[in-house]
C-alpha cells in the first residue's frame, strides 16, 4: 500500500527557511517520479517541483533559485528546501508520486501523478 506523509510545514517571517519532507511508504523512492505541489485558498493545485526516476528536475517560475528538491533513496523520503520565503509562498504543500503515463511528469501536471499526501501547512507572513 502506497503511503506519503509530509511534515515540516510552519509558520515563518518572509525572508525565513523551511524544509519539508515526505516519507514515502509501499515503493521506493528510485523507482517513481516525484512532485511537490502546492494549493493556496480558492487557487488551484498547482505543480512547484518536480524530480524524476534519473534525477532530472523542474521547476515553476514562482520559486525558481529559491526552493531545491532532493530525495534520498535509502531513506525513501524526498524533501524541499524553501529558502527566502514570501507570503506568496502560503499554501498547503503536497507531496505526490507516480510513473507520469501519458504526461510529462517534468511539466507538473496533477494527471501525470497517481499518489499524493496529505499536505502540510506553509505559512508565511510578511
Not at 517541483?49 to 525558481?64: E, F, H, N, P, Q
Not at 524553501?82 to 517534468?106: H, K, Q, V, W
Request: one cysteine or more; a positive charge; glycine letters at 12%.
Amino acid at each position: 500500500q502506497v503511503q506519503l506523509v509530509e511534515s515540516g510545514g510552519g509558520s515563518v517571517q518572509a525572508g525565513g527557511s523551511l524544509r519539508l519532507a515526505c516519507a514515502a511508504s509501499g515503493f521506493t523512492t528510485s523507482t517513481y517520479h516525484m512532485a511537490w505541489f502546492r494549493q493556496a485558498p480558492g487557487k488551484e493545485r498547482e505543480g512547484v517541483t518536480a524530480i524524476l526516476r534519473d534525477g532530472s528536475t523542474s521547476y515553476a517560475d514562482s520559486v525558481k533559485g529559491r526552493f531545491t528538491i532532493s530525495k534520498d533513496n535509502a531513506k525513501n523520503t524526498l524533501y524541499l528546501q524553501m529558502n527566502s520565503l514570501e507570503p506568496e509562498d502560503t499554501a498547503m504543500y503536497y507531496c505526490a508520486a507516480g510513473y507520469g503515463g501519458a504526461y510529462d511528469p517534468l511539466t507538473r501536471v496533477r494527471s501525470a501523478f497517481r499518489y499524493w499526501g496529505q499536505g502540510t501547512q506553509v505559512t508565511v507572513s510578511a
